[in-house]
């Protein structure tokens, strides 16, 4: 595994598209500043100052699309979990990739696809996770309450020793992930779902879709229940 350390970046997402042909299959893109952040659904992700993690996956598995590429980003929040586990914590996710501690975000996940053409050329799989943060930094963002792992468990950690952790795991079953799929890692992504039985809303571009959250599908979908129909969405974000 390769590894591309960046003081300042716009963004390692960016980096990691703009220079795919160059970076060899699992490089990993990290930075310790981020001026342009990107998140889900073109918002922005916040820089909270030093000492946080932005990173990203470089991936190449194949020539050709795979639906279960677009399950990584569940794989990649399984693998925070437990990593946040090791501190003591109980995260939980929000479909589909978001992982809380405490019902507060403490990372995102951003996955690109890169084409050329028709032509598939690889996968940008990116994390930002709130190592530190304050009760100040905390605030700047806006729309959602964050915390961060420093403020959880009451002190620093070595942010070089957390990401290299979290490379080792998120390769160490990286290849049976590719062979089997989401039902690789089902059970437990649900035992950490904060979501299910619950009445939620969830954005769908422009349009909310409301009701109880049944079940995750096979393939990572949400499974809604409105007035006894059901509604599988395979995007989307909890409210
Ligand atoms: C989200 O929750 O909306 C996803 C946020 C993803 C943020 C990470 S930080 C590293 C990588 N580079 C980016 O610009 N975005 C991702």
Same mark, same amino acid.
């Given at each position: 595994?390769?590894?591309?350390?960046?003081?300042?970046?716009?963004?390692?997402n960016l980096?990691g598209?703009?220079?795919?042909?160059?970076?060899?299959?699992?490089?990993?893109?990290? #930075?310790?500043?981020?001026?342009?952040g990107r998140?889900?659904?073109?918002r922005?992700?916040?820089?909270l100052?030093?000492?946080?993690?932005?990173?990203s996956?470089?991936l190449?598995?194949?020539?050709?699309?795979?639906e279960? &590429?677009?399950?990584?980003t569940?794989?990649?929040?399984?693998?925070?979990?437990?990593?946040?586990?090791n &501190?003591?914590?109980?995260?939980?996710?929000?479909?589909p990739?978001d992982?809380?501690v405490?019902?507060k =975000?403490i990372?995102?996940?951003?996955?690109?696809?890169?084409?050329?053409g028709?032509?598939?050329k690889?996968?940008?799989?990116?994390?930002g996770?709130?190592l530190h943060?304050?009760?100040?930094?905390?605030?700047l963002?806006?729309? =959602?309450?964050?915390? #961060? $792992?420093n403020?959880?468990?009451?002190k620093?950690?070595?942010i070089?020793?957390f990401?290299?952790?979290?490379?080792?795991?998120?390769?160490?079953? &990286?290849?049976e992930?590719l062979?089997y799929?989401?039902?690789f890692?089902?059970?437990?992504?649900v035992?950490?779902?904060?979501? $299910?039985?619950?009445?939620?809303?969830? =954005?769908v571009?422009d349009?909310?879709?409301?009701?109880? #959250?049944? #079940?995750?599908?096979?393939?990572?979908e949400?499974?809604?229940?409105?007035?006894?129909?059901?509604l599988?969405?395979t995007?989307g974000?909890? $409210?």
């Amino acid at each position: 595994m390769e590894t591309v350390s960046l003081e300042k970046v716009e963004s390692t997402n960016l980096y990691g598209k703009e220079h795919l042909n160059e970076l060899a299959d699992k490089t990993v893109v990290h #930075a310790r500043k981020q001026t342009a952040g990107r998140g889900r659904m073109q918002r922005q992700w916040v820089d909270l100052g030093e000492g946080n993690l932005f990173m990203s996956f470089i991936l190449k598995p194949s020539d050709s699309f795979d639906e279960i &590429y677009s399950n990584l980003t569940q794989y990649l929040s399984v693998k925070l979990c437990k990593i946040l586990e090791n &501190y003591g914590l109980t995260p939980q996710i929000k479909w589909p990739n978001d992982v809380l501690v405490n019902g507060k =975000k403490i990372a995102g996940i951003l996955s690109e696809t890169v084409m050329q053409g028709n032509k598939f050329k690889g996968l940008v799989l990116g994390i930002g996770v709130n190592l530190h943060a304050d009760a100040d930094s905390v605030k700047l963002v806006k729309d =959602k309450e964050i915390t #961060a $792992l420093n403020m959880e468990i009451g002190k620093d950690v070595d942010i070089d020793n957390f990401r290299e952790n979290l490379c080792t795991d998120f390769y160490v079953e &990286y290849s049976e992930f590719l062979k089997y799929g989401f039902e690789f890692i089902k059970s437990d992504y649900v035992k950490r779902a904060s979501f $299910l039985d619950k009445e939620v809303c969830v =954005k769908v571009f422009d349009t909310e879709k409301r009701g109880i #959250a049944k #079940a995750i599908t096979d393939k990572g979908e949400l499974v809604l229940n409105n007035n006894n129909k059901e509604l599988v969405l395979t995007i989307g974000d909890i $409210l």
